[in-house]
DNA sequence: ACCTGAACACCGTTCAAGT
DNA sequence: ACCTGAACACCGTTCAAGT
């Protein structure tokens, strides 16, 4: 008999987790699915419709493990901080999702959770529904791009000589130079793809919100 | 004798983007593209190693089409505004494209020019190196994040009814009460996926700008 | 009810060959 | 130099069948 232990899509979701996390969005595989959780492929089927539904629960898993909402500060704007903070970390630690953000997402349980509890805080601070509205606009954009701008940008970020190379490489030899503003801001590109200026930025935010 | 104009990255570039553009990045296959092209699919071969550099290329085409540099308003507020708009008019006419800025994209010429001018911009009002690259940094990352939400809210925030309606459906029928906050905000997330108010958002950034 | 096995209509990509 | 044709090792998904 060998440990077969029902499928579930917890189940199946942790494991497409898993495989993402070695080889990306592109690595994973119904097949290699179901290998890794040692059943056929069309055992993936009684739990997830399709390859695309499976890859959507990975964005709620990640959410939902991040728990943005599940901590009490008693400062409004700390709370707020806080809870981006998570979203940030959580994003951050799985890369390979990211573009996920970028497709026509339905809303799920735990982004709706994370969506209502800061919009119940800033309202709470005082904010009207409208301003409420647009403060977790600007909030949850700032975070999507930082993220995904830390991503993208992460390999030539860390080290500014690589960026002077790779124009160099991009546009022939006196890259550096034509690109001349880009040389002398590389320097210091790096620091802003850090968590500590992430959450400078959403301080900054909070600083602008019309008062209350 | 057939009309078959030769190839080029160019040609094949623009071949791809209409796919995209009806079907998405998942409907570009390299056996659709070359059929589009009346070529068999080796001949793509020729011109792009492999898939992947065909859909960063993708991403270069259009920010060449905007030509988010190729302007000249005096003052340089206005300046970065419209280019930034540029930027953001060309991502949401583009919205299949959006994932790949969350992949670990290299910088290519045009994205590279659009950065040295913006950042030539900024240093000419008087911000220093450190500064420039911490506001690009913001207005880039803003800029990204207002377009996936844009992209991946769309069709829910067009219409504060669907929304309701979408909340019922994921979580069962008191979803909208159990979320009063998302509920109460629901009439005014609509509007904040325009485009004025994501050159609202860009000016505000520009006004808090450490003074030069 | 839950899982399997075989099959279908596709993929990206390699390789050897044509002109 | 540039393109073709056939083949390889995969895909997601359907369908009919097993237990």
């Known amino acids: 008999m060998p440990p077969r232990p029902k499928l579930s899509r917890e189940k199946i979701l942790r494991a497409a987790l898993a495989i993402v996390g070695e080889d990306g969005l592109e ?20 739990h997830f419709e399709n390859k695309a539904e499976i890859t959507l629960g990975l964005l709620e898993v990640i959410i939902g493990d991040a728990a943005p909402s599940d901590h009490q500060e008693q400062d409004w704007r700390a709370w707020i901080l806080e809870s981006f903070s998570r979203m940030y970390d959580a994003l951050v630690e799985h890369p390979a999702v990211i573009p996920l953000l970028g497709t026509s997402v339905s809303f799920g349980r735990h982004a709706l959770e994370q969506m209502d509890s800061a919009l119940g805080v800033l309202m709470g601070a005082g904010l009207d529904a409208e301003n409420a509205a647009h403060a977790f606009h600007s909030m949850i954009s700032y975070t ?3 993220v995904a701008i830390r991503s993208a940008a992460q390999r030539q970020l860390e080290d500014p000589e690589r960026l002077i190379e790779l124009l160099d490489a991009t546009l022939g030899e006196d890259g550096g130079r034509a690109f001349s503003s880009v040389a002398a801001a590389a320097p210091h590109m790096g620091s802003f793809a850090s968590r500590e200026s992430f959450r400078d930025g959403i301080r900054r935010i909070l600083d602008h919100l019309p008062a209350p």
Chains 1, 2 share one sequence.
Do not use: E, S, W
């Open 27 to 46: 690595g994973l595989t119904i097949r290699r699915l179901a290998t890794a959780l040692g059943v056929t492929p069309m055992a993936v089927y009684r």
């Open 144 to 146: 999507i791009g930082a």
